[in-house]
Structure formats: C-alpha cells, structure tokens
C-alpha cells in the first residue's frame, strides 16, 4: 500500500511536470513575456523620443534668449544712444518733427521733457 501511494505521488508528479514543461501551459506565459519585451522597448525608444525633444526644445529657447538680449532696446541706451518719443510714439527722423512739439528723451539712467525749437 505504501509504495502504491508512492508510486501514484510520482506519477502524478511526472504528470505535474509534463504539463508545466507542455507547449499548450508556456504559450500563455511566453505571450506575457513577449509582450512585456515590447512594451519595455517602446517606453525605450519613447524616453529616447521625448529626450530628443526636450533637447532641441532647450536649444531653441536658448537661441530666443539670444536674440531677445541682443534686440534689448535698454541696451541701445546703455551704449550711450537715447530713444525719442513724442505722445508715445518712437520718433525716427527729424523730419516728423515741428517747431514746439514735446518730446520724451529716454536714456539708460532716466528720462527728459524737451521742446522742439529751431
């Protein structure tokens, strides 16, 4: 009786094995793993994406701060040059000028009222 059960625990473990060993039991497992290789290269290849992004995103950003310091109009001041207005607007020519017009002057450290005269 003894070495009956014995000999059914072995069969039934021979059996055990050959089902976890069978094409039919792994086919499930092997998709999940398959499937989990996939997803991991596609977060890869989409980290890598968003990387390269973000770098050329940085890069065009850095070259506008470039040109927004380089087209500064206080740094025109700085340099010694002064921004005429009259009424808000940005006088370019003494020709837009009359005698008696007020004008703003504008430097780098302030601002003054003047009067147009001949």
């Known amino acids: 009786m003894y070495q009956g059960i ?11 094995i050959q089902i976890t060993e069978s094409y039919t039991f792994n086919t499930p497992i ?9 997803l991991t290269k596609h977060i890869d290849l989409l980290h890598e994406a968003c990387s390269t992004r ?14 927004i ?13 002064a921004r005429i207005e009259r009424e808000g607007q940005i006088i370019r020519s ?11 002057i504008y430097f780098s450290n302030g601002r003054r009222e003047a009067i147009v005269c001949d």
């Open 69 to 81: 310091v380089a087209l500064d109009p206080d740094k025109l001041l700085r340099r010694g040059y």
């Open 30 to 38: 092997n998709y999940v793993r398959d499937a989990q290789q996939t």
């Open 6 to 16: 014995e000999h059914r625990i072995h069969a039934i473990r021979q059996q055990i």
């Open 94 to 104: 003494s020709q837009e000028l009359n005698i008696n017009d007020r004008l703003s």
């Open 54 to 67: 973000l770098l050329a995103y940085k890069h065009h950003v850095e070259l506008l701060e470039k040109q």
